[in-house]
Nanobody, 113 residues
């Protein structure tokens, strides 16, 4: 079955950086787009970035210029590089397989001084 396992979250100061990883299994990774979402306490889950199977990317306005999504099909992994982190980036970050309802378990990102 499909499994998505995120890692790389943690506590970081404002202006800091983190790299999230999501390792996928159970499907042909290169055939699917992938996306990162986040959910802050008391807020709805929102899409942060997505990458198509051909590598095309799209970002939420709130993270454009700060976050970069990429993928390594040889490793079945999608990444989210987050620079210039702000307090409002604090959330649980999830990866998702496109055209499905398959989600990872999430990884917590906390931006705090």
């Amino acid at each position: 079955q499909v499994q998505l396992v995120e890692s790389g979250g943690g506590l970081v100061q404002p202006g800091g950086s983190l790299r999230l990883s999501c390792v996928a299994s159970g499907f042909t990774f290169s055939d699917y787009g992938m996306a990162w979402y986040r959910q802050a306490p008391g807020k709805e889950r929102e899409q942060v970035a997505r990458i198509a199977n051909n590598g095309m990317t799209n970002y939420a306005d709130s993270v454009k210029g700060r976050f970069t999504i990429s993928r390594d099909n040889a490793k079945n992994t999608v990444y989210l590089i987050m620079n210039g982190l702000k307090f409002e980036d604090t959330a649980v970050y999830f990866c998702k397989q496109s055209r499905s309802n398959n989600w990872g378990q999430g990884t917590q990102v906390t931006v705090s001084s």
